[in-house]
């Protein structure tokens, strides 16, 4: 059976300080919310989950690839900070339903090179709403292909803690 998001954490479109260009996405780690703007003073808004303190995707970057059902690999940093969690996948694990990168994943990049961060969907969406990632931003899976079908390779990403 499917997992039934709460009413609390629907997408919908709120309005936002004005002066945001159409199309860029926003992401509010401290209130664990992402933001695709539509034109200026009002943007899409969808609920996220952020990484753990200290693991957070920061700054300015934009998505320089996007894949449906995208293959998963642990980052070196992640098998060295849990070993017994996350060796075990070390070589990746192929996309599908229970892969951790869900439906669909944005990449992001900064001067044409990956960050090894996501915006991806999830095979936890218990976990939406909550910072405990390794430092992607992790959407429902209905609202990453959601916005997955709206955004374009380059379009600008910011991560900051007001919109």
Known sequence: MGYEIPPELQAG???????HDPGEIHVVTNRRWLYLTLYDGAAIR???AVGAAGLSFRGAAYIGDKRHWPRWQPTRNMIRRE?????????GIPGG???????RALYLYR????TLYRIHGTSQPWSIGRAGSSGCIRMFNSHV????EQVHIGTRVVAHDNV
């Open 97 to 103: 339903p229970q892969n951790p990168l869900g439906a």
């Open 46 to 48: 969808y609920p996220i």
């Open 111 to 114: 001067n044409g090179r990956d």
């Open 13 to 19: 479109v709120v309005p936002i300080t004005p002066g």
């Open 83 to 91: 070993p017994e969690k996350y060796g075990p996948y070390a070589a």
């Open 145 to 148: 292909a959601h916005l997955f």
